[in-house]
C-alpha cells in the first residue's frame, strides 16, 4: 500500500465515524464527501488554510506552518478539481516573515483569464506588530509567481501599524480590487487599537502594481476580516463591521464603478449588538453575475450566525434566517456560490454533541430551501469554502487535536436530484 493512500484511509477513518455519529439520517443525500487532505498535511502541524478554485477546474489551496523562525506561507495546486495536489511550495520570499492568525489569514483568488494572486500579511523587519499587505500574482494559474509587491502606499513612511484582514475581487478586463484593515489615519492621530480604517486600492497588470490607495471606512473593527465580492459588469460589494459606539452590525458597501467609489455604505441590519472589544468575526457575502447575493454574519443581539439575500442596489432583501437549527453556537459563516445555490457553512456544535466543535455545510437552493447539514471534523475550527464549478466544493479547516493543529480538506459534490 502507497504511502499516499495510508494517509488517506487514517485520516478518513474518524471522519466517517463522525459523520455517522452527528448528522442523521439523510444529512449526506444531498452531497457526496470525499477527503483529499494532500499527503504532506497528513503529519504536518499547519493552520489557516484557505482555497480558491476556478471553472477549469484549477485550484489553489494555501495553509500557513510555524516554527522557531516565524510563520511561512504554503501553495499547493491541483489542475483536478482539488481530486489530488501538487507537491507545495513557499510563497514568501523571505523565511518566515509572514504574519497570520484564523481571521487574518492569507489568501488566493482566480481572475477570469486563470491568473492567480495570493496576499497575506508580511512582517515589516522583526517586528510582530507592524505588517504590510504584500501580493504575488501569477499568470499561469499558480505554476510560477512574480515578485512580491507592497500594495499599502505608506510602507515607505515607516510609519508603524498593521495592515491585514485582506479580500481580493476580480474585476472584468483582468483588473482587481483589494480592500484591508489599516491603522494609517489611528496611528497618526495617537488613537488606540480599538478601531482602524478600511482601505483599496486596484491593480490593472494582473497584480503586479497597484493604484494609490483609498480610504473606503474611517471607523472599522480593527480585527474582523473584510469581504469583496465583484459581478461581471463591475459593481463591487464590501461588507465589513464598525465599531462606532460599540455598535457591531455588519455594514454593506456597493460600488458601481469598479471599486472607485462607493454609493451605499449603510449597516445591515441595524440589530444594536454591542461589545467593547472586537468580536474577531468578520461578514462574509456572495454576489452572482445580475448584482443579487447572500450576506451572513454572527451576532450577538440575535444569537449565533445569520443570512439573507441582498441585491446591490437595495442592500438587504428577504427575510433574515438564523443558521442555528441542529446547530447550535454557530459562527464564523462562510458563503460560496455553488451553481443556482449558495453554501453555507459555520463553525458550531451539534445538539448531539455539544463538547466538539464541527464545521456544518450545507446549500439553500434558489427559491431558499435550505438541504440538511453535512457536519465535517472533530474539533474542527476556521474553515474555508470554494467552489469548482457548478455542482462540486472544497472546504478546508483547521483541527486541533493531542498532537498539535491539522489541516483537513474535503471535496463535495452534489448529486442529481432525486437520488439518495
Keep these: 500500500m502507497s504511502d499516499r ?32 487532505t494532500p499527503v504532506v498535511l497528513a503529519t504536518q502541524a499547519a493552520s489557516d488554510a484557505a482555497l480558491a478554485a476556478d471553472p477549469r477546474g484549477h485550484v ?19 489542475a483536478d478539481s482539488g481530486l489530488t495536489f501538487a507537491a507545495p511550495v513557499r510563497v514568501n520570499q523571505r523565511r518566515g516573515s509572514v504574519s497570520s492568525m484564523a481571521e487574518c489569514r492569507p489568501i488566493a483568488a482566480y481572475g477570469a483569464g486563470g491568473e492567480l494572486l495570493l ?32 500594495v499599502n502606499d505608506d ?3 515607516g510609519r508603524p501599524g498593521f495592515h491585514g484582514f485582506p479580500s481580493l475581487a476580480a474585476l472584468p478586463a ?21 478601531v482602524a480604517s478600511l482601505f483599496s486600492a486596484m491593480s490593472g497588470d494582473g497584480g503586479l502594481s497597484w493604484s494609490d490607495n483609498r480610504r473606503l471606512a474611517t471607523r472599522v473593527c480593527p480585527r474582523c476580516r ?7 459588469s463591475g459593481v463591487v460589494a464590501v461588507a465589513y463591521r464598525p465599531p462606532t459606539d460599540h455598535a457591531r452590525d455588519p455594514v454593506l458597501a456597493v460600488s458601481h464603478d469598479r471599486g472607485t467609489t462607493f454609493s451605499l455604505d449603510t449597516v445591515l441590519p441595524e440589530e444594536g449588538w454591542r461589545l467593547s472589544s472586537c468580536p474577531v468575526d468578520g461578514p462574509s457575502l456572495t454576489m452572482d453575475a445580475s448584482g443579487d447575493g447572500h450576506l451572513a454574519w454572527t451576532t450577538g443581539a440575535a444569537g449565533g450566525a445569520w443570512i439573507a439575500p441582498w441585491r446591490a442596489g437595495g442592500g438587504l ?8 437549527d441542529s446547530v447550535v453556537s454557530t459562527r464564523h459563516p462562510q458563503l460560496a456560490r455553488l451553481g443556482g445555490a449558495t453554501l453555507v457553512a459555520v463553525e458550531g456544535r451539534t445538539r448531539a454533541d455539544r ?49 498539535g493543529n491539522r489541516v483537513r480538506v474535503v471535496r463535495l459534490t452534489r448529486r442529481p436530484s432525486g437520488t439518495g
Design 5 to 36: 493512500r495510508f494517509a488517506r484511509i487514517r485520516w478518513l477513518a474518524p471522519f466517517v465515524l463522525l459523520l455517522a455519529g452527528c448528522a442523521g439520517r439523510g444529512a449526506g443525500e444531498w452531497a457526496d464527501v470525499h477527503e483529499v
Design 226 to 232: 473584510v469581504t469583496a465580492a465583484a459581478d461581471p
Design 155 to 157: 510602507a515607505e513612511d
Design 355 to 403: 463538547a466538539r466543535s464541527v464545521i456544518a455545510v450545507r446549500a439553500l437552493e434558489s427559491d431558499g430551501t435550505p438541504t440538511p447539514w453535512l457536519f465535517l471534523g472533530v474539533d474542527a475550527r476556521h474553515a474555508w469554502m470554494s467552489c469548482a464549478g457548478e455542482r462540486s466544493a472544497l472546504v478546508c479547516w483547521t483541527e486541533h487535536g493531542a498532537e
Design 317 to 324: 432583501v428577504g427575510l433574515r434566517r438564523q443558521l442555528s
Design 119 to 150: 496576499v497575506w500579511s508580511e512582517r515589516r523587519g522583526d517586528s510582530m506588530s507592524v505588517a504590510d499587505l504584500v501580493v504575488r500574482a501569477s499568470g499561469d494559474g499558480g505554476r510560477t509567481l512574480g515578485p512580491s509587491v507592497t
Design 174 to 194: 483582468g483588473g482587481w480590487f483589494a480592500v484591508w484593515v489599516d491603522p494609517r489615519e489611528q496611528t497618526a492621530t495617537g488613537e488606540d487599537a480599538t
Design 60 to 78: 489553489a489551496l494555501t495553509w500557513v506552518t510555524g516554527d522557531s523562525l516565524g510563520q511561512d506561507l504554503w501553495l499547493a495546486l491541483s
